[in-house]
């Protein structure tokens, strides 16, 4: 087992890789930038060190500075979190090139999965369905080709996510410029312009099967997690179980999670995403990582998934079956606290926490980095914090929902708890019955509604 992981990320996850590293009786190496110093993760871990500017680019995603403080640090393994550096397999292949284990899948597997044109591929090779589409990334007049799928579709970036390159094509004639939007949007965000299409489904449920793999070739797929309440493609609540899945569709979904796997030689943790409609699943894409919202699975499966990532870097075996894998224990939901104004397009809102009342009682999780007198910099992502719900059943887990999200009490910026508990509260999100147009549907969107918030 390793003696020390160095964590090359920030925020809450830091803090969660730290406390499984304390609880391994691994000792943890925090890195972090100039604007950071006050992070909790920084307070938390064994050591930590200082890797360059408040700019992603000068610092967390700077590949040299964190190797070198891996390197006068004593590190023998890096865990990357999500985001950042973690699905790059340039940087997974120089850690093992300096001698670091990376906590994660193997390159030539992140190559295979990581793009969602190349992740497609696998995918049908496989036999896991898939949404038409383009065969892979478009390079020429893919007119005729658009035409045979069918009018609307869906631009999207073969790389990263979030929406950001993603374009709604309704007729031929916006086609061109569309895809011009797509590629320079995809450019600026992730470095590549590459761009594919696929068929859209104007109802989906957004539906994840989380995976785990050793190096050993055995693979299990958990239970599904519900991501389908979106705003602009960007995940605001998951639960699992679904509301609309069978126990039918669920196996088959799980099945073919584990072909994918396999498929690409995958290894460690990751996520396969589907789109699900009309009693069918279509794959979309895998996150060669961890996911924000992994606390759902640990709590519906009985699992700590930061532990098992490190124990399969570490070589050794799944300690469980399929079967185990897919017991269902509760009914888990998560709400993604963000410091951001929802009544002002969802825009962010750092600043001085003046105080903060984290809630508590029996199925009540919050993982978060922030406390009363911390500051949020303007230079990364608003997530603040993850309240994560566990009860017997749907209904229960609602009502803790709207209880838990009554006390989370924070003061000095503008937060979407109160957009969270009028999404648990909503008659709609109550009854199951909702696709990830569901935000903008009900209307929670709109300033009037959330002009307190």
């Not at 967390?60 to 190797?67: G, S, T």
């Not at 497609?120 to 369905?129: E, G, S």
């Not at 609602?398 to 708890?417: C, D, H, N, Q």
Request: with cysteine.
């Amino acid at each position: 087992m390793f003696k020390k992981i160095l964590i090359a990320n920030r925020s809450e996850i830091a803090v969660r890789v730290i406390r499984a590293c304390a609880e391994m009786g691994i000792r943890s190496v925090a890195v972090y930038s100039q604007a950071d110093r006050e992070s909790r993760h920084v307070a938390m871990a064994d050591e930590a060190v200082c890797i360059g500017p408040a700019p992603s680019r000068l610092s967390y995603l700077d590949q040299d500075a964190v190797l070198s403080a891996a390197k006068i640090t004593g590190a023998d393994a890096i865990h990357p979190g999500y985001g950042f550096l973690s699905e790059n397999a340039d940087f997974s292949e120089l850690c093992a090139a300096r001698g670091f284990v990376f906590i994660g899948p193997p390159p030539a597997a992140s190559r295979k999965l990581g793009f969602k044109s190349a992740g497609k591929a696998v995918a049908l090779a496989a036999n896991v369905p898939v949404v038409p589409g383009t065969a892979g990334d478009i390079t020429g007049d893919v007119s005729k080709e658009v035409a045979a799928i069918g009018y609307p579709v869906l631009i999207k970036a073969s790389s990263g996510g979030g929406g950001k390159g993603m374009r709604i094509v309704r007729e031929s004639g916006d086609l061109a410029a569309q895809l011009a939007a797509a590629a320079t949007e995809a450019k600026a965000a992730f470095g590549d312009g590459s761009v594919f299409i696929e068929k859209l489904l104007e109802r989906p449920r957004h539906v994840e099967i989380q995976i785990a793999a050793d190096q050993h070739g055995n693979v299990v797929a958990f239970p599904e997690r519900d991501c389908t309440v979106q705003r602009r493609h960007q995940k605001l609540v998951e639960e699992s179980p679904s509301p609309a899945l069978t126990p039918e569709i669920r196996r088959q979904m799980q099945e073919a999670a584990v072909r994918l796997a396999k498929a690409a030689n995958y290894s460690n943790v990751g996520t396969v995403e589907f789109l699900f409609q009309d009693g069918k699943f279509y794959f979309i894409e895998v996150n060669a990582r961890l996911q924000v919202e992994h606390p759902v699975t640990e709590a519906v499966a009985g699992v700590d998934l930061m532990e098992l990532m490190i124990r399969i870097a570490a070589g050794e075996k799944l300690p469980f079956s399929q079967e185990r894998a897919s017991e269902i224990r509760c009914h888990a939901i998560e709400h993604r606290i963000n410091a951001e104004d929802p009544g002002n397009n969802f825009m962010p809102c750092p600043g001085r926490i003046d105080s903060l009342e984290l809630p508590g009682g029996a199925g009540v999780r919050v993982d978060t980095h922030a406390y009363s007198g911390y500051t949020i910099p303007s230079h990364y992502d608003s997530l603040i914090a993850k309240l994560i719900i566990s009860a017997e059943n749907r209904p229960t887990a609602l009502r803790r929902s709207v209880r838990a999200l009554r006390e989370f009490k924070v003061t000095g910026v503008k937060t979407t708890v109160d957009m969270h508990s009028k999404i648990a509260s909503h008659p709609v999100f109550m009854s199951g019955d909702f696709d990830t147009h569901f935000i903008e549907k009900t209307g929670l969107l709109e300033k009037k509604e959330l002009s307190h918030v």
